[in-house]
């Protein structure tokens, strides 16, 4: 009986530190582009380039801290050259709530293409959804 305590206990241990690890790594940020021929593919990969001279957003990329998915969405328009420069997390539209909506993301302005959220706070499926099909950045703080 006492073997069977510590195999459990040797399992909790492992699970509660991979949980506490998973916790203390933020989630990565993810733009969503949508490619629809290979023009759009090529304009991609420009800005891609172009951004990648940033060693901030190269950094971001190659560790899996940024992320790109595909979207039904409008087709790719890749940011202004002023962007490229300075890092996007500069232009992005704070949220100060531990729980983003839907509406909270129907509320912010056209102009908004970045989300800056705090280390917990949880965004809903549909907001995320609403945020993706928006073309909004979801950008995590380290607060």
């Known amino acids: 009986m006492s073997a069977l305590r510590d195999e459990i206990r040797a399992i909790l241990r ?3 530190a991979a949980l506490r690890s998973e916790a203390a790594s933020p989630p990565p940020a ?3 582009v949508r ?5 759009d593919l090529t304009r991609f990969a420009r800005d891609i380039a172009a951004r990648a001279a940033d060693p901030d ?6 560790s899996g801290a940024l992320r ?5 969405g409008a087709a790719y328009a890749p940011t202004t050259a002023a962007s490229h420069a300075a890092p996007a997390r500069s232009a992005a539209a704070p949220i100060d709530k531990p729980l ?4 909270d993301i129907a509320a912010l302005g056209r102009e908004t ?3 800056q959220l705090g280390k917990l ?5 549909l907001a995320r959804d609403e945020a993706r099909r928006r073309g909004i950045r979801i950008e995590r703080t380290e607060r």
């Open 113 to 115: 293409r970045a989300l």
């Open 30 to 32: 993810v733009e969503t």
């Open 14 to 16: 492992e699970e509660i």
């Open 100 to 103: 983003i909506t839907e509406r």
């Open 35 to 39: 490619i629809t021929s290979g023009a």
């Open 121 to 125: 706070t949880r965004l809903t499926p």
């Open 68 to 72: 790109f998915e595909l979207s039904g």
């Open 57 to 62: 957003v190269a950094n971001r990329i190659a």
